[in-house]
Each structure stands twice: as structure tokens, then as C-alpha cells.
């Protein structure tokens, strides 16, 4: 599996990997499978992210590809540890691994970090049939009711 250098990849490469993923070519995929498990922040980081997210969904993927996607989403989720436009990111666990994702939003919809049950409960809601979110959820009082 080719891997990015031990610098933090550039738009630029990572619009080169975007274009590949469109025709789905095995370098292509292995680079953004290995992007996307990466904890990285960086200009165009979260973008990428989603577009790859949404472009693997089209590809055939290795196994233990999306078992490492699944896991890595997954662990996100639970952590709290994502950022704008982590939704797509969910739609490719969905399509990847539909009940490891239910299962884990059932498990920390609940949680105490409002961003996580805000997207625990939107999987479940949007995603569940039948599952049922958490609807006692409460807004912050150090917040505001926003």
C-alpha cells in the first residue's frame, strides 16, 4: 500500500488522488483509504475527507480496507474526534458496514459531548428504521438554548 510522505500531503496531491478515485484506480484508493485513517489537519484536510468518502463508495474496496475505514469512522464517533463534514464520512460507514454504524450510535447516543449525540441521534433517526434515537436530549445550560 502506498502510503502519502511523512509531510502532510498538499491540496494538490490530494485533488490528484480525488481525480483518481473518480476512474477508481487501485493507487488512487489505497492513498485515500490510507488519508482517511490518518489523523492529519491541514488545508483542504476535512474536504478531502468527505470527497474521498463519497467517491469510495463507487470503488471496489479490499476487505480490510473497509474495515479499517469502518473502524477508523467508528472510533471517530465514539471519541468525538471530527470536524465539519463528518457526515459523509458516516454515509460511507453506512454503506460500508450498515449495522457496526447503528450499533455504534446506539452506543454513545447518549454520550456527554453534544456533538456526538447530535450525530449518534441523526444516524439513528435518519438511518435506524426502527431504532430509536435519543430524544431526551437537553441543550447545554452554559450554552444557551441555541
Known amino acids: 500500500m502506498e502510503v502519502f510522505p511523512p509531510s502532510v500531503p498538499s491540496k494538490t496531491e490530494l ?29 483542504w ?13 463507487h470503488c471496489q474496496l479490499q476487505p480490510n480496507q473497509s474495515k479499517a475505514l469502518v473502524d477508523c469512522i467508528l472510533a471517530r464517533l465514539q471519541r468525538g474526534y471530527f470536524s465539519e463534514q463528518f ?24 454520550s456527554q459531548l453534544l456533538h456526538v449525540q447530535r450525530y449518534a441521534n441523526w444516524v439513528l433517526s435518519a438511518h435506524g428504521a426502527g431504532l430509536r434515537p435519543n430524544n431526551s436530549f437537553k441543550p447545554n445550560p452554559l450554552r444557551g438554548s441555541a
Open 15 to 43: 485533488l490528484a488522488v480525488s481525480k483518481g478515485l473518480r476512474g477508481c484506480d487501485p493507487a488512487a484508493i489505497d492513498r485515500a483509504v490510507t488519508f482517511l485513517v490518518q489523523e492529519s489537519r491541514g488545508n
Open 45 to 57: 484536510h476535512n474536504r478531502a475527507r468527505a470527497k474521498f468518502s463519497r467517491r469510495l463508495k
Open 87 to 110: 457526515a459523509d464520512q458516516l454515509r460511507l460507514a453506512l454503506y460500508l458496514d450498515r449495522d457496526a454504524l447503528l450499533t455504534a450510535a446506539q452506543e454513545v447516543a447518549n
